[in-house]
């Protein structure tokens, strides 16, 4: 080596540390937010619709508004965007009346229309997300995104090209019609065509890929033809080539229905033009603008939670400017992002660092007694304890489980520590033998010790658990299932057949990889085989895989929970309906589902309790699913944050919280940690 | 030297391709996607999202598609951040993982060569017998239980550092070190090896012949057959920590590419995954060309063939 060689690759690597350095120290951290938390994981999106769980529910609280909101004490219904609203004797139809003061951060007023375009952009199946079902509540809401429409029905066609002056990312144009006929394509590998079906809905199917159909539509007295094309094949979009045969086929059939008249001549047939979407016309789904400041709605059913359900996060609006202008994702950055919210969206780096700063157009903006939030989303809770220690945030809420007893040994007057709508249990396949027999099922829910469980393995101060609607609810008493009782148990498992486990399979236990659900499922394997004399074997897969094999009901046993989504025994007991998505468990029971059902129509709320309790007695008899624990919140809070209070949905507005600065200054001066 | 490079990037395209294909067939083996979740959205729902993304068609289809996206340079929208694409992905996490990077090197050289020639010189001393026993700990010990240690020292006992966190410099250094630890005991080790082999030589008998120092010695002849074994090392080396410590920045809530990394691939996040894994290719292939190269420069006895 020779020493310029050597000076080159020294310098070099100097000068990259110090460049580096300098764009290290460059980056100025903004000033400390008035109020900083730790978010447990980067959210999908500040977009409402897109919504997922808990860590988009704070944020999403903190810059959008919906018709209503939750109290942050018991998270009753209160007046949001709406500040009265009237319910119909039937309890189908709600008026909602949109207080005039309502602003979006660029200034231009919160409308009834705003919501309208949100709601159905939701339901569009183009832009369905995760919690489009909340608007299938609303008459033919389910209709609109599933496309459940036949001839006779009105219908709306987006085309791909935009009404003009319409914002870059606005809505194509619009046609409004009539279905005369529904045209399926044949199916792929028969070169035959179908007979034309003219009452099936499309079926969307994930394996055989066909043509689109096109559909027969009559506008203003002209009859058209439509086929759906997506945005990408749109230039190599070129007419089927068994159109023409089946749209005469079509039209010579519905000529003939509609008139008996041989005579009257067969309409000639139609061009097919490309479309976007075919849709059942929005004017059919249950969501009326009457005037700007005035909502109508009307549901498919009486929903006891509905006003309730109005002011959960995934329903707030967007603003329909903003969103047109710059599209998804352009609209959801600082600089293009209006909200409705108390607070506006001031930065973000992904995975760093979101904040969030004062609306000065919120309506209630004179009390919102922050001026800015920092938002970390810390995936580790480990992580997020030793800032919280250290005093770097205000606000866990989360930490880490293992960590809990310690804390609670310490009596820490700042780790709230208190109930949640939240249930743990396993799923039990009721598909495979042996677990088809109730008695079996049965059997091995009582001859499981919950106390051991909660006592010597969660240790967090749980409850356990005999019922799947989580107690703390007023008006709802759950259905309990029988308590731990090994000598029934043997009983039980006698006389399905296999005394003292004789003959009986070993079952496998699924859970995903995780230290407290290891030692769980432990616990459980040890006592079945102490009380039942049956073998388990564990398996612990990773977080997808586990989920896709509970879906996909590829176990024995499976660890489950449920988060409520709404202070309603509904948002627990609707999911074990037969084929529900989360049932997962292959139980099925017609009662049950009736009872359910009833539910749905019952308007007088202490009779509808009374209705759900029941349905719960039969869950609790018949246990696909056996409960374990209720779980327990596990925030950490700063003493000097006020305004924050222990939710069973351990869900928390950010608009009532504030600082007291003298408290806060107080714990600065005595180290500012701990 | 044009020829050589020229046929590395050839190279280098193929190994692209293969790394895409490999990749993404692995990815879409493991069960679960994007949008699996503990709670789910009607069947027709799930349809409509799942369409809207491709995964309905089968997966050699969905390949093409991705294939002919890449092509054109579209990384696509990550799935579980929506609001950012994988360009601003990568474009937030790799300055941010590169800062660290060049920190945590730039401890580990210095550190690693100082070890390293001090053992070499001393060597059989207790100087020797303590800093490879260091070392050898170094490499051991998994950088989560260093940055345990230093977290436990630094910022509960003896407060100094904050937890975690990106942003002030003061946030950099702890996790420069725990980055930094493990490289720096592989180059000490390296180093002295390297150093006891070239004393040996006889050059170096030759220089001491001549009457030069025991400093020029080693610094100005012994080093240059020595730093061999290092370069080699580093090319590799610099291409990982550039991408990110996976373990530390996760531990040190430090929104880096290891970070993005292991949260895409938990999260079956197919887009940024992929972004990363063909960053990191590109990364790596770079890295040991260079290295080639830099033997040349370094080593008059190493062609560029």
Same mark, same amino acid.
């Given at each position: 080596?020779?020493?310029?060689?050597?000076?080159?690759?020294?310098?070099?690597?100097?000068?990259?540390?110090?460049?580096?350095?300098?764009?290290?120290?460059?980056?100025?951290?903004?000033?400390?937010?008035?109020?900083?938390?730790? *978010? *447990?994981?980067?959210?999908?999106?500040?977009?409402?619709?897109?919504?997922?769980?808990?860590?988009?529910?704070?944020?999403?609280?903190?810059?959008?508004?919906?018709?209503?909101?939750?109290?942050?004490?018991?998270?009753?219904?209160?007046?949001?965007?709406?500040?009265?609203?009237?319910?119909?004797?039937?309890?189908?139809?709600?008026?909602?009346?949109?207080?005039?003061?309502?602003?979006?951060?660029?200034?231009?007023?919160?409308?009834?229309?705003?919501?309208?375009?949100?709601?159905?952009?939701?339901?569009?199946?183009?832009?369905?997300?995760?919690?489009?079902?909340?608007?299938?509540?609303?008459?033919?809401?389910?209709?609109?995104?599933?496309?459940?429409?036949?001839?006779?029905?009105?219908?709306?066609?987006?085309?791909?090209?935009?009404?003009?002056?319409?914002?870059?990312?606005?809505?194509?144009?619009?046609?409004?019609?009539?279905?005369?006929?529904?045209?399926?394509?044949?199916?792929?590998?028969?070169?035959?065509?179908?007979?034309?079906?003219?009452?099936?809905?499309?079926?969307?199917?994930?394996?055989?890929?066909?043509?689109?159909?096109?559909?027969?539509?009559?506008?203003?007295?002209?009859?058209?033809?439509?086929?759906?094309?997506?945005?990408?094949?749109?230039?190599?979009?070129?007419?089927?080539?068994?159109?023409?045969?089946?749209?005469?086929?079509? #039209?010579?059939?519905?000529?003939?229905?509609?008139?008996?008249?041989?005579?009257?001549?067969?309409?000639?047939?139609?061009?097919?033009?490309?479309?976007?979407?075919?849709?059942?016309?929005?004017?059919?789904?249950?969501?009326?603008?009457?005037?700007?400041?005035?909502?109508?709605?009307?549901?498919?059913?009486?929903?006891?939670?509905?006003?309730?359900?109005?002011?959960?996060?995934?329903?707030?609006?967007?603003?329909?400017?903003?969103?047109?202008?710059?599209?998804?994702?352009?609209?959801?950055?600082?600089?293009?992002?209006?909200?409705?919210?108390?607070?506006?969206?001031?930065?973000?780096?992904?995975?760093?660092?979101?904040?969030?700063?004062?609306?000065?157009?919120?309506?209630?903006?004179?009390?919102?007694? #922050?001026?800015?939030?920092?938002?970390?989303?810390?995936?580790?809770?480990?992580?997020?304890?030793?800032?919280?220690?250290?005093?770097?945030?205000?606000?866990?809420?989360?930490?880490?489980?293992?960590?809990?007893?310690?804390?609670?040994?310490?009596?820490?007057?700042?780790?709230?520590?208190?109930?949640?709508?939240?249930?743990?249990?396993?799923?039990?396949?009721?598909?495979?033998?042996?677990?088809?027999?109730?008695?079996?099922?049965?059997?091995?829910?009582?001859?499981?010790?919950?106390?051991?469980?909660?006592?010597?393995?969660?240790?967090?101060?749980?409850?356990?658990?005999?019922?799947?609607?989580?107690?703390?609810?007023?008006?709802?008493?759950?259905?309990?299932?029988?308590?731990?009782?090994?000598?029934?148990?043997?009983?039980?498992?006698?006389?399905?057949?296999? =005394? *003292?486990?004789?003959?009986?399979?070993?079952?496998?236990?699924?859970?995903?990889?995780?230290?407290? *659900?290891?030692?769980?499922?432990?616990?459980?394997?040890?006592?079945?085989?102490?009380?039942?004399?049956?073998?388990?074997?564990?398996?612990?897969?990773?977080?997808?895989?586990?989920?896709?094999?509970?879906?996909?009901?590829?176990?024995?046993?499976?660890?489950?929970?449920?988060?409520?989504?709404?202070?309603?025994?509904?948002?627990?007991?609707?999911?074990?309906?037969?084929?529900?998505?989360?049932?997962?468990?292959?139980?099925?029971?017609?009662?049950?589902?009736?009872?359910?059902?009833?539910?749905?129509?019952?308007?007088?709320?202490?009779?509808?309790?009374?209705?759900?309790?029941?349905?719960?007695?039969?869950?609790?008899?018949?246990?696909?699913?056996? =409960?374990?624990?209720?779980?327990?919140?596990?925030?950490?809070?700063?003493?000097?944050?006020?305004?924050?209070?222990?939710?069973?949905?351990?869900?928390?507005?950010?608009?009532?919280?504030?600082?007291?600065?003298?408290?806060?200054?107080?714990?600065?001066?005595?180290?500012?940690?701990? | 030297?044009?020829?050589?490079?020229?046929?590395?990037?050839?190279?280098?395209?193929?190994?692209?391709?293969?790394?895409?294909?490999?990749?993404?067939?692995?990815?879409?083996?493991?069960?679960?996607?994007?949008?699996?979740?503990?709670?789910?959205?009607?069947?027709?729902?799930?349809?409509?999202?799942?369409?809207?993304?491709?995964?309905?068609?089968?997966?050699?289809?969905?390949?093409?598609?991705?294939?002919?996206?890449?092509?054109?340079?579209?990384?696509?929208?990550?799935?579980?951040?929506?609001?950012?694409?994988?360009?601003?992905?990568?474009?937030?996490?790799?300055?941010?993982?590169?800062?660290?990077?060049?920190?945590?090197?730039?401890?580990?050289?210095?550190?690693?060569?100082?070890?390293?020639?001090?053992?070499?010189?001393?060597?059989?001393?207790?100087?020797?017998?303590?800093?490879?026993?260091?070392?050898?700990?170094?490499?051991?010990?998994?950088?989560?239980?260093?940055?345990?240690?230093?977290?436990?020292?630094?910022?509960?006992?003896?407060?100094?550092?904050?937890?975690?966190?990106?942003?002030?410099?003061?946030?950099?250094?702890?996790?420069?070190?725990?980055?930094?630890?493990?490289?720096?005991?592989?180059?000490?080790?390296?180093?002295?090896?390297?150093?006891?082999?070239?004393?040996?030589?006889?050059?170096?008998?030759?220089?001491?012949?001549?009457?030069?120092?025991?400093?020029?010695?080693?610094?100005?002849?012994?080093?240059?057959?020595?730093?061999?074994?290092?370069?080699?090392?580093?090319?590799?080396?610099?291409?990982?920590?550039?991408?990110?410590?996976?373990?530390?920045?996760?531990?040190?809530?430090?929104?880096?590419?290891?970070?993005?990394?292991?949260?895409?691939?938990?999260?079956?996040?197919?887009?940024?995954?992929?972004?990363?894994?063909?960053?990191?290719?590109?990364?790596?292939?770079?890295?040991?060309?260079?290295?080639?190269?830099?033997?040349?420069?370094?080593?008059?006895?190493?062609?560029?063939?």
């Amino acid at each position: 080596m020779n020493f310029r060689g050597r000076n080159w690759f020294v310098a070099a690597l100097l000068l990259l540390l110090i460049a580096a350095t300098a764009w290290a120290l460059s980056n100025k951290p903004p000033q400390a937010a008035d109020f900083t938390f730790v *978010n *447990n994981t980067e959210i999908r999106s500040i977009d409402p619709a897109l919504a997922l769980g808990q860590p988009e529910g704070r944020v999403i609280m903190g810059l959008f508004e919906g018709l209503t909101n939750w109290d942050p004490k018991d998270l009753h219904t209160i007046p949001g965007v709406a500040e009265r609203w009237e319910i119909s004797p039937d309890q189908r139809t709600y008026t909602f009346h949109l207080r005039d003061n309502a602003k979006w951060s660029d200034g231009s007023p919160v409308v009834a229309g705003d919501f309208v375009w949100q709601w159905r952009h939701m339901l569009d199946p183009l832009y369905a997300t995760e919690y489009t079902y909340q608007h299938w509540y609303l008459e033919n809401g389910e209709r609109y995104t599933s496309k459940q429409f036949g001839p006779g029905d009105p219908v709306e066609i987006e085309l791909h090209q935009r009404p003009d002056g319409a914002l870059p990312f606005a809505r194509g144009k619009v046609l409004h019609g009539k279905l005369i006929a529904f045209i399926a394509a044949p199916a792929p590998n028969s070169s035959a065509s179908l007979p034309p079906s003219e009452n099936a809905p499309p079926q969307p199917s994930a394996t055989d890929k066909k043509d689109e159909p096109i559909y027969l539509i009559e506008i203003g007295g002209h009859l058209r033809a439509f086929q759906t094309v997506v945005d990408r094949d749109l230039p190599k979009w070129s007419l089927p080539p068994w159109a023409a045969a089946a749209i005469k086929d079509a #039209l010579e059939k519905s000529s003939t229905a509609d008139s008996k008249d041989k005579t009257d001549a067969i309409p000639p047939a139609p061009q097919i033009e490309p479309s976007k979407n075919v849709l059942l016309d929005f004017s059919e789904v249950g969501v009326k603008e009457i005037d700007d400041h005035t909502l109508q709605i009307h549901l498919k059913a009486a929903t006891p939670y509905y006003l309730q359900l109005v002011g959960f996060y995934p329903l707030a609006p967007t603003n329909p400017r903003c969103v047109e202008t710059y599209g998804y994702p352009g609209w959801t950055k600082p600089e293009h992002a209006v909200t409705n919210g108390p607070f506006k969206l001031d930065s973000r780096v992904v995975r760093s660092r979101l904040r969030m700063v004062k609306n000065d157009q919120y309506w209630n903006a004179a009390n919102v007694r #922050l001026n800015s939030i920092d938002v970390f989303p810390i995936e580790s809770s480990a992580t997020a304890l030793n800032m919280y220690l250290n005093g770097e945030v205000d606000w866990i809420p989360l930490a880490p489980n293992t960590a809990v007893p310690e804390l609670l040994a310490q009596k820490r007057t700042d780790f709230k520590h208190t109930p949640e709508y939240t249930t743990d249990f396993y799923r039990l396949n009721c598909t495979r033998p042996p677990l088809d027999n109730k008695l079996v099922r049965q059997a091995l829910a009582m001859a499981l010790d919950k106390q051991q469980i909660v006592d010597a393995v969660v240790r967090g101060g749980e409850v356990i658990a005999r019922s799947c609607v989580p107690p703390g609810l007023p008006g709802y008493e759950s259905a309990m299932c029988s308590e731990y009782n090994p000598q029934r148990a043997r009983e039980l498992l006698a006389q399905a057949g296999y =005394p *003292n486990g004789k003959g009986f399979r070993k079952l496998e236990l699924i859970y995903n990889t995780d230290e407290l *659900n290891q030692n769980i499922a432990e616990v459980m394997q040890a006592q079945w085989k102490e009380n039942l004399g049956i073998d388990v074997g564990l398996q612990n897969m990773e977080w997808n895989a586990w989920l896709s094999a509970s879906a996909n009901m590829e176990y024995d046993v499976c660890r489950g929970g449920w988060i409520g989504d709404y202070l309603d025994p509904n948002t627990f007991l609707d999911m074990f309906v037969t084929d529900g998505g989360n049932n997962q468990t292959g139980w099925s029971n017609k009662k049950y589902d009736q009872l359910i059902d009833d539910s749905r129509r019952e308007g007088d709320p202490a009779k509808r309790m009374k209705i759900l309790h029941d349905a719960e007695a039969i869950l609790m008899d018949e246990l696909p699913i056996v =409960p374990i624990y209720y779980r327990v919140s596990r925030n950490m809070i700063r003493p000097y944050v006020h305004g924050f209070y222990p939710t069973l949905l351990d869900l928390h507005p950010l608009d009532t919280i504030w600082i007291d600065e003298a408290e806060k200054q107080q714990f600065k001066d005595h180290g500012g940690r701990g | 030297m044009i020829w050589f490079l020229l046929r590395r990037l050839l190279w280098m395209i193929g190994t692209l391709w293969a790394v895409f294909t490999v990749t993404f067939f692995l990815m879409h083996a493991v069960p679960g996607g994007p949008f699996s979740s503990e709670r789910q959205p009607p069947i027709g729902i799930k349809r409509a999202i799942e369409a809207r993304y491709n995964l309905d068609l089968p997966v050699w289809q969905q390949y093409l598609l991705e294939l002919e996206k890449y092509l054109h340079g579209d990384f696509g929208l990550s799935f579980k951040m929506g609001d950012f694409s994988v360009r601003e992905v990568i474009a937030a996490g790799l300055p941010v993982s590169a800062t660290l990077g060049v920190l945590a090197l730039a401890f580990a050289l210095t550190l690693g060569l100082t070890a390293g020639i001090v053992s070499a010189v001393r060597r059989g001393g207790l100087l020797d017998f303590s800093l490879m026993s260091l070392a050898t700990i170094g490499i051991a010990v998994p950088n989560f239980v260093v940055a345990g240690l230093l977290i436990i020292l630094f910022v509960f006992i003896w407060p100094v550092f904050p937890a975690g966190g990106w942003g002030t410099p003061m946030q950099l250094v702890l996790p420069a070190v725990c980055l930094g630890a493990t490289f720096a005991a592989e180059i000490a080790r390296l180093v002295r090896t390297g150093m006891l082999d070239v004393l040996n030589q006889d050059y170096i008998r030759t220089a001491y012949a001549k009457g030069l120092m025991t400093r020029a010695v080693v610094l100005h002849h012994a080093m240059k057959g020595a730093i061999l074994p290092v370069v080699s090392f580093l090319g590799p080396a610099v291409a990982g920590i550039l991408t990110g410590s996976v373990v530390i920045e996760y531990v040190f809530a430090i929104p880096g590419l290891g970070y993005h990394f292991v949260q895409s691939a938990t999260q079956r996040d197919y887009t940024v995954a992929m972004g990363l894994v063909m960053l990191y290719t590109v990364l790596l292939y770079t890295m040991n060309t260079v290295v080639d190269v830099a033997y040349t420069v370094l080593d008059p006895r190493v062609k560029l063939n």
